[in-house]
Structure formats: C-alpha cells, structure tokens
C-alpha cells in the first residue's frame, strides 16, 4: 500500500538542465555582449567544468570563472551574466509533460507528497511557486537543512515525518540513482527512476519502477494499491 510519495525536483519535476543550459549560453552571449573577450563554446564548457566540480546550485559561479580564468572580476561583465542568466531561466523553466496531471491523480488518489531537494530550499520554492504546482506540497525537505546530502538517511527519514507514512508505505521518485535510489533503499522506500530526466547515461538505476513517462506512477500506485 503507497500512502505517500516523494519526489526530488530537479530533472524529475522540471527538465532543470535544458533550462540551466540555455540560461549559461544567454548569460556567456550578454557576458560577450559587454565586452568578455572568450570563445563562446569554450567558455560555456568552463562554467559547466566549474559547476560538476562547485555544485549545480553555486550561486557564484561566474564571480569564480572570472577570477579563475582572468583573475579579476569585472564587475560590468558579471552584471551582464547575472541578468542573462535570470532572464532566460525565468523563461525557460518548464515541467515535464503530465506532471500536472500525475500530481492531480495522485491528489485525488489521497496520496500525500512532497519534494526531497539537495537544492537551497528558497530556490527550489520559487521553482514550485513559479510553475503553479505550490498547492500540491505543504513541505520542502532540503539537503542544506541538516548538513548531508542524498544518499544520507537523514533528509529521507525527515520526509517521513512530514507525510506520516512509514518506508514501506513510500515511494521515492528521483533521476539520480546514486543519490535519490540508493538513499532511499537505504530505509526500506520503494522507488522509481525517472528515466526521462537522465543525464548521467544509467545503465542499471537500481529502482523498484522505471518510469518513461511520470503518468506512469498513477498506474504503478494503482497496481501497489489493489485498484488496478
């Protein structure tokens, strides 16, 4: 029996590296723009490098490619970048198809959920606020919290308490296996991959459920629950 579900946000919810993608290549083209002497391409690349190595999330990302690369920050340069980014983000940020509609479903099914991020949680509110799904969560458990990242018990233990279901009654939907699947066995959770927002060309996810299409948990709880 599910009673309750948790989600990660990031290439689950939304399709987070299209959109971080394009913002970096709007944020480099207005850096260009203001006078940033770079090739394009090349630079792109070196903010990436930059954030496998700092983190997705750094909030100073370009302060630091610009003091790694010139050695100085150019205050102008990284005005441009800052603006570029926000703008094309703001823009560009979408949900996956039918993510909407699941979180209805489940809605409807009495199945209570909420969001497991290893983002800062102000970033990952104004995501769900921004994509109209804020009414669907009553709480945000964020990694920054309690000092541990995913694959920690910790954050998923803590998830728990807020939906008041016990592990076996939980499903764990997430794109990373390293971190959402194997924390999330770690305590006894069910989980599905979503292996729609894969970037990390998984070969083997580990997962209960593989999910093409995040529809597919209405029918897959269904099935959990006797109601298909």
Do not use: C
Not at 112 to 136: C, F, M, Q
Not at 202 to 209: C, F, H, P, R
């Amino acid at each position: 029996m599910i009673r309750g579900v948790i989600f990660d946000i990031d290439n689950t919810l939304t399709d987070f590296m299209r959109t971080k993608r394009m913002a970096v290549d709007v944020a480099v083209e207005m850096m260009i723009d203001a006078g940033l002497k770079v090739d394009k391409t090349a630079f792109v690349e070196k903010i990436f490098e930059l954030y496998w190595k700092e983190g997705v999330e750094d909030q100073r990302i370009f302060d630091k490619i610009l003091q790694k690369e010139f050695g100085r920050i150019d205050i102008k340069i990284l005005a441009a970048g800052i603006v570029g980014y926000r703008r094309s983000k703001a823009g560009s940020l979408a949900l996956y198809p039918h993510v909407t509609v699941t979180l209805f479903e489940l809605l409807k099914m009495g199945i209570r959920s909420t969001v497991l991020s290893d983002a800062p949680k102000l970033e990952v509110w104004l995501r769900i606020v921004g994509l109209g799904i804020h009414n669907y969560f009553d709480h945000v458990i964020a990694s920054e919290d309690y000092g541990v990242k995913k694959p920690d018990q910790i954050p998923f233990r803590k998830a728990l308490e807020v939906l008041g279901t016990k592990a076996e009654e939980t499903l764990m939907v997430g794109d990373w296996p390293d971190r959402d699947i194997v924390g999330a066995k770690k305590i006894g959770l069910k989980t599905a991959w979503a292996k729609y927002g894969d970037t990390f060309d998984t070969k083997e996810s580990g997962a209960d459920y593989e999910l093409g299409d995040i529809i597919e948990l209405v029918d897959i709880i269904k099935k959990e629950n006797g109601l298909a």
